[in-house]
């Protein structure tokens, strides 16, 4: 929270030279991947899960044309969305077998986890826990924590929706292989309007399509 809170301040500081930002905030925000790392690797994800989320959503962002401070706070939140499994039981985190519906309810709790934690922050921007909140949440109520609909999800929310599923698809996970990226990105387009925003899912594919040209 003290590291997180640092960084918000320093990127509310517009009258620090510019040099001295650059370095400043690309060691806090090392410092941030490596905590979200950290939580990665508890609930048996590739340990570049909120990396790949993060840079993936910053793309997306730059293909919708924000502002940098815009994509500056998407890269914080996109980097921190999973901060509340910090607060998840690990015998439930990473439980085998299936999961009843009471520890269901406890997995999905580390999105209001992450959100109090993160808005308990100093000068921190709004935007940034909502990501944490809402990035479970779908276009027609049906995600959670609190089945939030189109117009009740925040944009940061949106994109980590479309991200988070995307990265969880197409990456390889100790009890799955990899699914391609053409099947995912067909789900997500199936799924929107919706689910999924879809102006946010075309430019996801754009972004990936880029990527595999690269």
């Not at 027609?140 to 479309?162: C, H, M, Q, R």
């Not at 995912?184 to 996801?204: M, Q, S």
Request: net charge negative; with cysteine; aromatic share 6%.
């Amino acid at each position: 929270m003290e590291v997180i809170e640092l960084f918000s301040s320093l990127i509310s500081n517009k009258l620090m030279n510019s040099k001295i930002y650059e370095d400043l905030s690309s060691t806090i925000k090392g410092i941030i991947l490596a905590v979200a790392t950290a939580i990665d690797l508890r609930d048996n994800y590739t340990h570049t899960h909120s990396k790949n989320v993060s840079n993936l959503s910053v793309k997306i962002g730059k293909e919708l044309g924000f502002n940098d401070s815009f994509l500056e706070e998407l890269e914080i939140a996109a980097l921190l969305h999973d901060v509340g499994k910090i607060g998840i039981p690990d015998e439930i985190l990473n439980k085998p077998s299936r999961l009843t519906d009471d520890e269901y309810k406890i997995i999905q709790s580390h999105t209001i986890i992450g959100a109090k934690l993160l808005s308990e922050i100093d000068f921190l921007s709004k935007n940034i826990p909502l990501g944490a909140l809402e990035h479970h949440e779908k276009l027609d109520g049906t995600g959670y924590p609190y089945n939030k609909k189109d117009g009740e999800i925040s944009l940061f929310g949106k994109i980590l929706a479309v991200v988070d599923i995307y990265d969880a698809l197409t990456a390889k996970r100790i009890y799955k292989e990899p699914w391609p990226k053409e099947k995912v990105l067909k789900i997500l387009k199936e799924d929107c309007p919706k689910k999924f925003d879809c102006e946010i899912v075309r430019a996801l594919e754009k972004c990936v399509s880029i990527q595999k040209g690269d």
